[in-house]
């Protein structure tokens, strides 16, 4: 449930569809991303080039690479430079860095600038173990002044705009973001998307979006604020514009096999499973097969396509388990018949 607290919505309803019709189009540094603009969040294993290339082919207004390891990145990990490839036809395109010591952030950003994004954005939001359990990510919460250090060096390091995604706090305890918000603005970021949990929270509950408000409608923030949590169609973004006046909407999670998401137009099922297929043509050709088909999984498996079908498991089990391409999409190809 995108919206948490009913009363917060009677109360403040009216101020922010005011503002909402007085929007003009939204800006980061001299990017024109439009009127209420939705982004496709960066999402690791998830937003690689091809799939970011079907997001923007279907409406999204700006895209992310997979976040990138600044450290990596320093060491020339052959895996993580990789993540760098950006295409012209996704722009603008944003590639996204953590870590947790401000040396090989700069030097990581620098880096990133060399491959030519449109924004440099500073991962302080992701929760997992692996990265804020050892301080990166979400893991800055806890040590703010490293976050703020880390953000004006970047931002003093590089031409292109730096934005941050972060989240609400370390805790329920510590919802600390309206505060954060205007420091992390003095730093020089040209925006700032929330995610409206905590770190503890993880991915579970429901994302509050009311401090996010809260942030937007402070009069001494200038930059753009990206709302990010809970949104799974265009209709819950319009109503996120409209409710809380944000400038932009991220989506995330739910454009796991559904990159036509940013698209108002209505699918067939035919039609998705074409692009389920173009998806998997597109990883086979870009990597290889076992590893293309491997990409694919999590889109295939996520897909909201396949439910409602009746006693579809054991054609999902094969989907899982298939390892040739052809295998595959001859299983896909056998759905026809079976989409509502």
Known sequence: MLFSSKKYKRCHFFYNFAAAKEQT??????????ERPVFLAPMEDVTDIGFRLLCKRYGASMVYTEFVSAEALVRDVKTTV???????EERPVGIQIYGRDTDAMVEAARIVEQAGPDVIDLNFGCPVKKVAGKGAGAGMLQNIPKMLDITRQVV??????????TRLGWNSEQL?????????????IQALTIHGRTRSQMYTGEADWTLIGEVKRNPRIHIPIIGNGDIHSLEEADKAFEQYGVDAVM??????GCPWIFSRQSFTFDEKLDILEELLRINVERIDEQRGIIHTRRHLAATPIFKGIANFRPTRIAMLRATHMDELLEILESTR????
């Open 25 to 34: 189009f939204m800006r980061i540094g001299n990017i024109d991303l439009g």
């Open 82 to 88: 990789q993540k760098l490839t950006i295409s012209d």
């Open 156 to 165: 003093q390091a590089v031409k292109v705009p730096v934005t941050v995604k």
């Open 176 to 188: 600390i973001i309206t505060t954060l918000a205007e420091q992390l603005q003095d730093c020089g």
């Open 251 to 256: 989506i995330g999670r739910a454009t796991f």
């Open 337 to 340: 018949k079976l989409g509502l």
